[in-house]
């Protein structure tokens, strides 16, 4: 059974940074799409930014540049580096995997953390 575990959220001001972590077991993160989803109060949860077990990342146009994924395969865990944030960043974040998937798309994943919450205020 994979887990996901989301670390680091919090509150913040506009334009600092953050590191969110997402700790993977009972799966290695070698084998696995991964990615972070986000949902803000009454919007759909949206793709954020993914990474596929060859660590090839992609991030949605709206966070390029801002927000980027990465995974260390030796600590099994996942990040998502958060720069310049801004008031419309704030929304709960999910750590996401998928065991089985070509592509990596958005409805493959089937593993999700918890989420952790992230606010940033002017």
């Known amino acids: 059974q994979v887990k996901l575990r989301e670390f680091g959220g919090g509150s913040v001001q506009v334009g600092q940074s953050l590191r969110l972590s997402c700790e993977v077991s009972?799966?290695?993160?070698?084998?696995?799409?991964m990615a972070w989803f986000r949902q803000a109060p009454g919007e759909e949860r949206e793709l954020v930014a993914k990474?596929?077990?060859?660590?090839?990342?992609r991030s949605v146009d709206s966070v390029e540049g801002r927000l980027t994924i990465s995974v260390d395969n030796a600590q099994n865990t996942l990040y998502l580096q958060m720069d310049r944030l801004t008031a419309a960043d704030t929304a709960m974040y999910y750590c996401a995997a998928a065991r089985r998937s070509t592509y990596c798309a958005r409805e493959d994943y089937d593993y999700w953390g918890q989420g952790t919450q992230v606010t940033v205020s002017s």
């Open positions: 009972g799966a290695t993160t070698r084998r696995l799409c």
């Open positions: 990474i596929d077990s060859e660590g090839r990342a």
